[in-house]
């Protein structure tokens, strides 16, 4: 959403309204964000590297102390699902949805 249709802040308001908490930001967020490793075909070209992407991200979350991780990008919740067993990973809409319907993880 922020690199490709420049939508930065809705999403952001939307996890503060349900939740009642500013999301946690990873340190490049919103515009300067980075992949997750997962993009186009480079996980496949690349394995190695693509993976080393994904366990930097995911050492971010761990020093954050967050327990979920919540994005819009497919192809990031499945890397971000696949190399990390104790992380929540979640899409917005059914974060959103499990907000609003009361899920507790």
């Known amino acids: 959403l922020s690199r490709y249709l420049n939508e930065v802040e809705r999403p952001r308001e939307l996890i ?10 990873f340190f490049d967020h919103g515009e300067c ?6 993009g186009g075909c480079y996980s496949i070209t ?16 761990a ?13 990031c919740v499945y890397k971000f699902r696949k190399n990390s067993e ?8 059914s974060y959103l ?3 609003i319907e009361g899920v507790k993880e």
Request: aromatic share 2%; charged share 30%; hydrophobic share 30%.
């Open 97 to 99: 949805n499990d907000s």
């Open 33 to 38: 964000t980075h992949c997750s490793g997962q």
């Open 63 to 75: 020093e954050k102390k967050a327990q979920m991780l919540v994005t819009q990008c497919p192809s």
């Open 16 to 25: 503060a309204h349900v939740s009642g908490y500013q999301p946690i930001e």
């Open 46 to 61: 690349s394995k190695e590297a693509s993976n080393e992407i994904a366990r930097r991200r995911l050492d971010e979350v």
């Open 86 to 93: 104790r992380l929540v990973v979640k899409d917005l809409i």
